[in-house]
């Protein structure tokens, strides 16, 4: 498989210097001397500007920050960050996806910063400046809007910082969003429909992301209860109208069958609005998509298994919850099957159990390993020749196997790592595909007081989700369209893509969905845990006081 990506290397370094930089040191840069504003550098700030996405999309960071602590992931066996999920008092300001989040989104918010500011002085085809402007603009947008959405409050810079700083203070929430609107209202007005270089911000991408702004800002809204209702209603009318420019702009479109979604082979596909690239040249993919990792259960260790590239390496990071397993009607929703691996053939001939004259119990690439999805396999586990799983295995507090076998979220397998213990995948990592902006257009509508409007946007994804000759048995009717139903809906949809806890925090569900269906951390969870935490780094680095979020 072969792709080419944006180059992101070398200017990333011209923003954000941290303040004990030795200055004396030799400059190492490709930089000769006036070519700051020139057209090779502002072209280089902004496609440095993409470059920290690979930070947090499709690393242990992003996924463990927002899948986490969740109604649908809860902690696996392995892994140094169970605190997340478990909402411990490790969870401070000193927790290293914390800190290190804001680091890398400020360094990256001060790179556009810089792209932006520059604009006007270089000299080059006017309508392309514009364009690049719009993607730093984009770009910006998004870093904040996930700024905002995990810290709350947060400084808001819109100009490059030149020199050492020990002074910042935290801008209202509004504000912060009133700067997201307008970089995407920009974007939404300057990026083309399609770009030469696939992966650079598109007007669809704006589009999308605008509809998602709107959907969430409401909640950070500080208004008397009349302002707040007439915020709201125009914010959900402004979701709906972007989601419904995305869906009726012939750009893009729900591909037939789910699973094909996910297809490696066609991850450049008609329903993906906007993706993060990775490559399989280990000089240009960065960190890699390394989602194929977490999910995993161990497969490895029962017999006639062994770890190969093929099946993955598993990390056992991140364990499906008894609540999102049971949210799928396997007789009419093929998204259970198509998204969750439960069965392991075997590979490995040397540890095949035998009989007692000898024979082994089967071959390879029959079934080893069998995740089952009901107890009433107890009896098949004690009669068949491979080991089988049932969900009291699986699912039950005091099961051994508990944190170590489920059915694993295979959305981000990849068989073309160059070695088994390669932990950098070549997968693209959608950050806006269609069925979500489908969602996105049932949910604003439905919330806007227009449920009928609504209701074909959340019935075109569950009927794309059925199983041939069952898309009527899987439609919804009015009445069963409401806020419950659609975060059910986008947890069969969107499992493990990066958006979980964030959903459930804009909706005023965190606290009761965890403490309803995630175990390990129902009992720690707090209010505050809607916010988190400001880093330690931050208040100690600011010379004017810098509020803590309350709770940490």
């Known amino acids: 498989m072969h792709k080419h990506t944006i180059a992101l290397v070398g200017a990333a370094l011209l923003a954000g210097l941290p303040a004990c930089v030795n200055l004396d040191e030799d400059v190492v840069t490709g930089l000769t001397p006036g070519s700051y504003g020139t057209q090779p550098v502002f072209e280089s700030l902004v496609n440095a500007s993409y470059e920290p996405l690979r930070s947090f999309y499709a690393q242990e960071r992003g996924f463990t920050v927002t899948e986490f602590g969740t109604d649908i992931f809860t902690k696996g066996a392995d892994g140094s960050y169970k605190y997340i999920n478990d909402y411990t008092t490790q969870l401070n300001p000193t927790a290293q996806f914390v800190q290190d989040t804001w680091v890398d989104f400020y360094r990256a918010i001060n790179t556009t910063n810089a792209a932006i500011d520059q604009a006007p002085v270089v000299v080059m085809d006017s309508a392309l400046k514009a364009r690049r402007v719009a993607e730093a603009r984009f770009l910006r947008a998004l870093y904040y809007f996930d700024l905002v959405q995990m810290y709350g409050p947060v400084t808001l810079a819109l100009h490059e910082t030149k020199s050492p700083t020990t002074e910042a203070t935290r801008a209202p929430v509004d504000s912060v969003y009133d700067a997201i609107v307008a970089d995407l209202q920009y974007a939404e007005s300057t990026l083309p429909a399609v770009q030469k270089d696939y992966g650079r911000a598109t007007k669809g991408a704006a589009q999308h992301l605008l509809a998602k702004v709107y959907l969430t800002r409401i909640r950070d809204a500080d208004s008397t209860a009349d302002e707040l209702a007439k915020r709201q209603a125009g914010d959900f009318a402004n979701a709906a109208d972007y989601a419904q420019r995305v869906i009726n702009s012939g750009q893009y479109a729900l591909l037939p069958r789910f699973k094909d979604v996910f297809d490696f082979a066609n991850e450049r596909n ?283």
């Open 270 to 552: 008609q329903e993906v609005i906007w993706s993060i690239q990775f490559t399989t040249d280990p000089l240009t993919t960065g960190p890699g998509n390394s989602g194929h990792l977490y999910f995993l259960a161990q497969y490895d260790v029962w017999p006639g298994m062994t770890r190969d590239v093929a099946n993955g390496r598993p990390f056992k990071r991140f364990r499906p919850t008894w609540y999102l397993l049971g949210l799928f009607d396997r007789t009419k929703d093929s998204r259970y099957d198509a998204q969750f691996t439960r069965v392991w053939y075997a590979n490995n001939a040397a540890n095949i159990p035998k009989d007692a004259q000898g024979v082994p119990k089967f071959g390879l690439g029959d079934t080893a390993v069998y995740v089952s999805t009901t107890d009433a396999d107890t009896v098949l586990a004690r009669t068949k020749p491979y080991t089988v799983f049932t969900p009291r295995a699986y699912l039950g507090q005091a099961s051994p196997y508990r944190d170590n076998m489920f059915p694993s979220l295979n959305k981000f397998d990849d068989p073309f790592r160059s070695s088994i213990n390669e932990t950098r995948g070549s997968r693209d990592f959608f950050v806006a595909r269609l069925a979500e902006t489908y969602l996105i257009a049932a949910e604003a509508l439905m919330r806007d007081g227009r449920p009928a409007e609504g209701l074909p946007y959340i019935n075109a994804v569950r009927r794309r989700a059925a199983i041939p000759g069952h898309e009527t048995e899987m439609e919804l009717t009015v009445d069963q369209l409401t806020l419950d139903a659609i975060l059910d809906e986008r947890a069969r949809e969107l499992a493990g893509e990066i958006t979980r806890w964030f959903d459930l925090v804009r909706t005023h569900s965190l606290l009761s969905r965890v403490r309803l269906y995630n175990p390990d951390a129902k009992n720690n969870i707090k209010p505050f845990h809607v916010l988190r935490p400001i880093p330690q780094i931050q208040i100690d680095r600011t010379s004017i006081p810098y509020p803590q979020n309350p709770g940490y």
